[in-house]
Nanobody
């Protein structure tokens, strides 16, 4: 059973920072290195939105235009963890953030077969 567990969400003032983590466990996480990892976010009434991804080797990252230069995704093979450093947060970043795993690097949420339960990020203005 593959499990992804996000943590690090919370309430922060505009301009502040948060660091989200996604811990992966379960079968096939000896294969952690062979998957692509992403963060998505969702607000009520809207579709899940791509935020950032890192490819299986860590050599490639991709970011939504709305977060480019403010958010940074990273992966740690030793701990099977994917992180999202979020800086200069604003009210539009308020959402539930999800980490996900896919066999290929993609911005399409439909390509991701495993998802965490989500962590709430609220930015007060």
């Amino acid at each position: 059973q593959v499990r992804l567990i996000e943590s690090g969400g919370g309430l922060v003032q505009a301009g502040g920072s948060l660091r989200l983590s996604c811990a992966a466990s379960g079968r096939a996480f000896g294969g952690f290195s062979y998957y692509n990892w992403a963060w998505f976010r969702q607000v009520p009434g809207k579709e899940r939105e791509f935020v950032a991804l890192v490819n299986w080797s860590g050599s490639t990252t991709d970011y939504a235009d709305s977060v480019k230069g403010r958010f940074f995704i990273s992966r740690d093979k030793a701990s099977n963890t994917v992180s999202l450093q979020m800086n200069s947060l604003n009210a539009e970043d308020t959402a539930v953030y999800y980490c996900a795993r896919a066999p290929r690097a993609s911005r399409d949420s439909g390509d991701y077969g495993y998802w965490g339960q989500g962590t709430q990020v609220t930015v007060s203005s």
